[in-house]
């Protein structure tokens, strides 16, 4: 398992951890060198065996540091046991539009996003780790807030491609960025932009679940 800080890294740690979360995203683990994350960090290049043990226990790091920033986001996976299917909708919803405002229009969100998709492409222990730690425990939740909110079973194949499609439609607009602002003619994606695009995917999930429910 991973451990996920409960506070955000100060100092140096700070500092290679904001470098390995941007060149692993931008080139890879196995192309990026710990001489290029002690430079682009600012910092000696034997502190990285000082904070984290070497570069995989920096990513190990990097992998946590991840997690716990889209927690503050999207909220620590918990149960939605018991809630009635309104109270449920309007969870998901309050998700996505947090999860929409964050990818959309933060500007940490690209790092993020590179990091994460290079990789889970890459596949094997790493891949686990953050499907571990996050991915796999909050489908699980917003699997279960869409069951609850459209009457469907939580375990069935509908419902999981359900929610991995919505996550779809918010990466989209991070993913597909430039495309998104010369189509919409916008100059960015900034809060407002980002809100109107949070509606409408909560507008398009709850009219999913109530049309499943009927």
Known sequence: MIEI?????????KALIEAGLLLFGQKGFDATS?????AKAGVNLALIAYHFGGKDGLRRAVVGEVARRLMTVAGAPQSPE?????????????????VAAFIGSAPEAGPIVNFALTELARGGAVTDLIYDCFIGPKHAELSQLWAIASG??????????SVFAMIGQVLYFRLGREIVTRKMGWTTIGPEEAGRIGDLI???VRLLTQGERR
């Open 5 to 13: 800080p409960d506070k955000p890294p100060e100092g140096a740690r």
């Open 34 to 38: 710990t001489r290029e994350l002690a």
């Open 82 to 98: 018991g809630l009635p299917p309104a109270a449920a909708l309007r969870r998901l919803q309050a998700t996505l539009r947090g």
């Open 152 to 161: 469907k079973d939580a375990d069935g194949d509908e419902v999981k491609l």
């Open 202 to 204: 909560a507008e398009n």
